[in-house]
């Protein structure tokens, strides 16, 4: 769990550079964006500064990194190319499978190459029932993981989560004065 201090810090680092692209019209609400940032983070920027845990996918022609992730499927049998491998499958209490999986990411230069190409991602056409409510942080986080087109994450509770994360992100700006 982050600190007070790290999640002002993270909200202080990517807020401005989220609000920056939103307002040149290339983006998403920053508060979604620092929200969203900051839960597939744990609130810490990371080495890697893929903010938002946008995996390798089939497009990917740059660099890539390894790590552990949690991810949930209606499935107990999924299965990932390699080098990806699972290291452990849960049934959960609502039917759904909890895995454990080493999952290649994507390795950006910096922040604004990943707000970039975050920002590409959610204007695929999976996305579009959201896109119009790109402007509401709220809605557009119910809208990306709900059950028209496709599914930004495979949590349970990422709607609910998201929810939280955009009130604390909106609390810090508000008492930064960001």
């Known amino acids: 769990?982050?600190?007070?201090?790290?999640?002002?810090?993270?909200?202080?680092?990517?807020?401005?550079?989220?609000?920056?692209?939103?307002?040149?019209?290339?983006?998403?609400?920053?508060?979604?964006?620092?929200?969203q940032a900051g839960l597939e983070r744990g609130w810490r920027t990371g080495q890697q500064?893929?903010?938002?845990?946008?995996?390798?996918?089939?497009?990917?022609?740059?660099?890539?990194?390894?790590?552990?992730?949690?991810?949930y499927f209606d499935t107990g049998?999924?299965?990932?190319?390699?080098?990806?491998?699972?290291?452990?499958?849960?049934?959960?209490?609502?039917?759904?499978?909890?895995?454990?999986?080493?999952?290649?990411?994507?390795?950006?230069?910096?922040?604004?190459?990943?707000?970039?190409?975050?920002?590409?991602?959610?204007q695929k056409p999976g996305y579009a029932d959201a896109w119009p409510f790109r402007d509401d942080p709220r809605e557009y986080a119910r809208r990306i993981v709900d059950t028209i087109g496709a599914r930004y994450a495979t949590a349970p509770d990422y709607a609910d989560a998201m929810t939280k994360c955009i009130n604390m992100v909106e609390k810090y700006v508000k008492k930064l004065g960001l």
């Not at 990517?14 to 040149?24: I, L």
């Not at 990932?80 to 499958?89: C, D, R, S, Y």
């Open 1 to 35: 769990m982050a600190t007070v201090n790290e999640i002002i810090s993270f909200v202080e680092a990517v807020y401005p550079a989220a609000k920056k692209k939103y307002e040149s019209g290339k983006g998403v609400h920053p508060l979604f964006v620092t929200a």
């Open 77 to 122: 049998n999924k299965t990932f190319n390699l080098p990806e491998k699972i290291v452990n499958i849960q049934e959960t209490a609502k039917g759904n499978y909890k895995y454990s999986v080493w999952r290649l990411f994507r390795v950006y230069d910096g922040m604004e190459s990943c707000l970039e190409d975050h920002f590409k991602l959610l």
């Open 49 to 71: 500064n893929n903010l938002f845990g946008i995996t390798k996918g089939s497009g990917w022609t740059g660099k890539t990194q390894l790590s552990l992730t949690t991810e």
